[in-house]
């Protein structure tokens, strides 16, 4: 089993609408998340950082359950530009860290 | 203030040749991480560097892949004797330190030919 999984996609939504999407993780002890964002042939880049009590970052929502071990990340009014891949990062107890293999997102008009 | 830079941006040589890549992190960065990322695939892992402390080299697929960091600094990827599996994006990525944002550079291509 995968220290972090994800569900591959793609997730097709209308522009404007709302999507969804989680990321599980093993190791019960991990310390940070993120959620980084990569385009086409391009590198990853930090869309936001993942707070234990939730963060909202303009369209963007991320939460973590930590009962549960997963983190999701929400996109409300999506945009054509938010098409992209989205990296789910952990950082376990003894400071190593995982990718997600990450979500593919594509937005339609 | 300048990003990570990486060189050469692509890279295409022979089978059984030498390559080395280079990855320049952000100035101030302790922190530094070689990924590999095959197409349409996610990252994986390579190595990384913290400080003065011995890299974690637990990514590293065979001992024909080594890294070294000078001086706290500049770092070089070398793969000895390349095989086409090694055909990959390399990429490399800072951070102030261990458990903080990664800020990743454009990547080398690599094309084992």
């Known amino acids: 089993r995968k220290e972090v999984e994800q569900d591959p996609g793609p997730f097709n939504v209308p522009e404007g609408a709302t999507v969804a999407f989680n990321c599980t993780y093993s190791n019960s002890a991990s310390q940070s998340f993120f959620w980084y964002r990569q385009d086409c042939r391009k590198e990853p880049k930090l869309l936001m950082s993942v707070y234990s009590s939730g963060n909202e970052d303009g369209r963007f929502t991320a939460q973590l359950n930590r009962a549960s071990q997963y983190i999701s990340l929400l996109i409300r009014d999506s945009k054509l530009s938010d098409s992209a891949t989205y990296l789910c990062v952990v950082y376990d107890s003894w400071g190593k860290l995982q990718f997600g293999a990450g979500t593919q997102v594509v937005v339609t008009p | 203030g300048a990003g990570v830079s990486q060189s050469p941006s692509n890279k295409v040589t022979e089978k059984g040749k030498d390559v080395e890549l280079r990855c320049d992190p952000i100035s101030g960065h302790t922190a530094l991480y070689w990924y590999r990322q095959s197409l349409g695939q996610g990252l994986e892992f390579l190595i990384y560097f913290q400080g003065n402390s011995a890299p974690d080299k637990s990514g590293l697929p065979s001992d024909r892949f080594s890294a070294e960091r000078t001086g706290g600094s500049v770092s070089t990827l070398t793969i000895q004797r390349t095989q086409q599996e090694d055909s990959a994006v390399y990429l490399c990525?800072?951070?102030?330190?261990?458990?903080?944002?990664?800020?990743f550079g454009p990547g080398t291509r690599l094309l084992v030919l």
């Open positions: 990525a800072s951070s102030f330190a261990h458990g903080e944002t990664q800020y």
